[in-house]
């Protein structure tokens, strides 16, 4: 089995999700700028994913950190905490990873000074990544009771273990854990434009699970819904907001007001680390918008569109509160009214 990010003998080794799923492929990173630079291109991606790595990345920061003063220690261990958090701005995990580091330094230095610090900061990137695990397992298991036995499950982008730290992920952790259960189900994996990543990472995990899936490119979810070949819909997340909107994967929007013109329920999967409290509505989420390029080009490589054409490529979209049937988290499943349900769950 592949690992999605790991802390390895020092270093964070990441697989290259860039090369899947043709190449199968480890960078290791020894200085968190590089890890700040691995999260912007792409090599590690997914809510949860960017905020385990982004924790092992500051631990990195701190043992680089050549200073017995404290002072001096924290100016520099935040300039390295800043570059990470400019890495890519939507994934609310990556700041809250950020935020539990900055903590643990704060709180370390005066306790027991920079050795003692740089040990804590490496044992809660540890405990980072080891909750994820714990904290997805959780979510299926939640999840899976809300799939029925022979239901068609479509989903988009790419929530898996490639998402995560690993092993189930989080709209996938739903699927895995009903597959598990017996249900029988089936999945439908949009493609993704422009990064593919329902192509690339969902297809080819699920592949690997021996899970039924089928693959379909982004405009075809409505033919399918109008079709009666789609039950529920499961994704993830990459912030939501106090009042349940959702931001995620870019064409997210487009199936939730699809399944709601079908009646079909739209899920949305997410650890409460992904629950952004402090913004109140979808209208507060940074939307990343990321190189022309990913748009007019196949993969980096050949060009589909005229030289010089004006382009607009934003990385996620909002879904509003009222298109979600429920949002499944660690600690059980939220409904309408989500601000009040959520804030429960806290
Ligand atoms: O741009 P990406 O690939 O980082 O976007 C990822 C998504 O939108 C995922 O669906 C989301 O992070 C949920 S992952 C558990």
């Known amino acids: ?3 999605t990010v790991e802390w390895k003998n020092g270093c964070v080794r990441l697989i290259d999700q860039r090369l899947l799923p043709e190449e199968e492929t480890y960078l290791d990173f020894t200085d968190s700028d590089d890890v700040a630079r691995a ?11 960017i905020g385990v790595t982004a924790a092992m990345g500051a631990t990195l ?3 680089a950190i050549e200073t017995n003063d404290t002072g001096e220690f924290m100016a520099k261990f935040e300039k390295a905490l800043e570059t990470l958090s400019a890495s890519r701005p939507t994934a609310v ?10 903590k643990v330094a704060k709180t370390s230095l005066p306790d027991g000074g920079v050795d003692f610090t740089k040990q804590k900061l490496e044992e809660e990137a540890i405990k980072v990544y080891e909750e994820d695990l714990v ?3 959780k979510m299926g298991e939640n999840g899976a009771e809300l799939i029925e036995a022979g239901d068609t499950i479509l989903t988009h982008c790419n929530a898996g273990a490639l998402a995560t730290a690993g092993d189930y992920g989080t709209a996938l952790g739903v699927i895995k854990a009903a597959h598990l ?9 949009d493609e993704t434009r422009p990064w593919l990543q329902g192509a690339r990472l969902t297809a080819w995990e699920l592949m690997k699970e021996k899970i039924p899936v089928r693959l379909i490119t982004d405009n075809m979810a409505g033919h ?7 039950n529920k819909v499961v994704v993830g997340a990459d912030r939501i907001a106090a009042n349940g909107d959702v931001a995620n994967k870019i064409g997210t929007y487009t199936v939730a007001v699809l399944a709601k013109r079908h009646n079909i329920p739209f899920y949305v999967t997410a650890p409460m680390s992904t629950i952004d409290f402090e913004t109140a509505t979808g209208d507060g989420i940074p939307i990343e918008e990321r190189d022309p390029s990913e748009v007019t080009n196949i993969m980096g490589g050949q060009r589909i569109a005229p030289e010089g054409v004006e382009v607009y490529n934003p990385a996620f979209d909002v879904t509003p ?6 949002i499944i988290t660690e600690k059980g499943v939220a409904r309408a009214p989500f601000k009040e349900s959520l804030a429960k769950l806290r």
Do not use: C
Request: no cysteine.
């Open 39 to 49: 999260i912007k291109d792409m090599v590690v991606r997914g809510a949860p994913a």
């Open 181 to 189: 259960a017996g249900k029988n189900i089936k999945v439908i994996a």
């Open 135 to 137: 904290i997805n397992k």
């Open 93 to 102: 995990n990556l700041f809250w990873a950020i935020e539990r580091m900055r």
């Open 1 to 3: 089995m592949f690992k």
């Open 61 to 63: 920061a701190g043992k």
């Open 321 to 326: 509160n009222d298109l979600i049937a429920g």
């Open 224 to 230: 399918l819904m109008k079709k009666r070949l789609v």
